[in-house]
């Protein structure tokens, strides 16, 4: 996806997190935008962009909204990582195995998050956020499907050879 | 240069790593404070998404108005009754007002001193909420140059939000009483003489003790602020909804569910 599309998506999603977002708010939760559309991205793409932009966005939302700088950014390279391992090993164009995958790398996210602030000596009950995180899990995997598939139509995929249009 | 060309992802992710690792102590390190970048970052980032959150809450009110119209026909008969009361309780109070104005008049002719008590509020709007879900806390779109300062307390029409952590011009966060490291001293409504102290729960509640082991507070009470500490009397904070008594502390504890909605804060009221 070229840089002039996935810049303002990606200002508009870490906007939204902080702000519009919590209009949709279900019990207090909602979905966790940032991861889902940099693992959805991942998917569709080869590039590096959707790491840069998320890691130079996720510092900035970290110091507008929250205590510790940086442990967005920390989960953001985790899950970059975990879905570069797994891309290799199983087609993430196929939706059925894309939206399990993406839940997971969501809930590794939020691991990192909890343990960092956990680390840092945030005393937050683990039993209340495993509450959180069943809720959470059922709305990324929603909100999950309807972005990858999106982005599906947005940026075609650089693997299909049978195209009619070479370049997007 | 051999092992850097092979191991060339490894290297990246682990300088990434470090450097991500630096920001979080650095600013652990630093707690509350902006610097001047933190600072000008901050308050362009408050301008940018004050008009999101607005947009946010304006859709929550169309959308809420429309699937909830009989609830809201009925809260519109209830409020016209409240206005009414409070109409003449308006009268009352300009009579205590006008014997209030009379009793400083003559302190001042006897020369006594008293204290002022601060009663101007500031409005602001929520610009943008933690995200984490732990801290509840946020940011409002009103700082120093509105006369907020540092420990300045926030409520809202329901209640005890919390106090100001950082002031700065443009912009200020909010620490709300429901973090760990935000604690109240609060009194029973029903019984003055009963005071303890509140913080965080870590689960988006309150929980505390009181002073007296032998105080009788019971499920239900309606805990206010007692003066004591950073926030002035009288502030409603939430309702006891369960009383224990600890064997290893001897005291008297209490898990308190607040009134505030803290995950749909929009505007906010602080003291100056």
């Known amino acids: 996806m070229k840089l002039r599309f996935s810049i303002p998506i990606f200002v508009i999603v870490f906007l939204m997190q902080a702000t519009f977002l919590n209009t949709f708010s279900i019990f207090g939760v909602t979905p966790n935008l940032p991861a889902i559309f940099l693992i959805s991205y991942e998917f569709r793409n080869k590039d590096n962009n959707g790491l840069i932009l998320s890691l130079l966005l996720s510092l900035l939302l970290d110091i507008n909204s929250g205590f510790l700088v940086g442990v967005t950014a920390l989960a953001i390279l985790v899950i970059h990582f975990f879905i570069l391992g797994l891309k290799e090993s199983f087609n993430v164009e196929n939706v059925v195995v894309a939206v399990p995958i993406g839940v997971l790398a969501t809930i590794i996210f939020d691991i990192v998050y909890f343990f960092t602030y956990k680390f840092f000596g945030v005393n937050y009950q683990i039993i209340y956020w495993v509450k959180i995180e069943i809720i959470q899990i059922i709305y990324n995997s929603l909100v999950f499907t309807l972005v990858y598939l999106a982005f599906g139509k947005l940026g075609k995929s650089k693997k299909d050879r049978y195209r009619a249009w070479g370049k997007y | ?272």
């Open chain 2, 1 to 272: 240069m051999r092992f850097v060309r092979e191991h060339k992802k490894a290297i990246i992710f682990s300088l990434l790593f470090f450097i991500v690792f630096v920001f979080i102590v650095v600013s652990y390190i630093n707690n509350y404070k902006h610097g001047p970048v933190k600072a000008f970052i901050t308050k362009a980032l408050v301008k940018v998404e004050t008009p999101f959150s607005k947009g946010g809450y304006k859709l929550r009110g169309t959308s809420v108005g429309i699937f909830k119209f009989k609830e809201i026909s009925r809260e519109n008969e209830e409020l016209k009754e409240k206005i009414q009361n409070l109409e003449k309780k308006i009268i009352d109070e300009q009579m205590s007002m006008a014997e209030l104005e009379e009793l400083r008049e003559l302190a001042k002719a006897l020369n006594y001193e008293y204290i002022a008590v601060s009663n101007y509020y500031v409005t602001a709007d929520v610009s943008a909420m933690d995200k984490s879900k732990i801290f509840n806390n946020f940011t409002i779109n009103a700082g120093k140059e509105k006369g907020i300062n540092e420990n300045s307390v926030v409520v809202n029409g329901d209640g005890l939000i919390g106090r100001i952590s950082l002031a700065e011009n443009g912009y200020s966060k909010v620490i709300s009483v429901i973090d760990e490291m935000n604690s109240v001293s609060f009194m029973v409504q029903r019984d003055m003489n009963i005071i303890g102290i509140l913080n965080g729960n870590g689960k988006a509640g309150l929980q505390g003790f009181t002073l007296d082991a032998k105080a009788e507070i019971i499920k239900g009470d309606v805990l206010i602020t007692s003066g004591m500490g950073t926030y002035p009397a009288g502030i409603r904070i939430g309702k006891v909804s369960d009383v224990s008594y600890n064997k290893d502390t001897q005291l008297k504890t209490v898990e308190v569910k607040p009134f505030v909605n803290f995950k749909k804060i929009q505007k906010v009221l602080v003291a100056q």
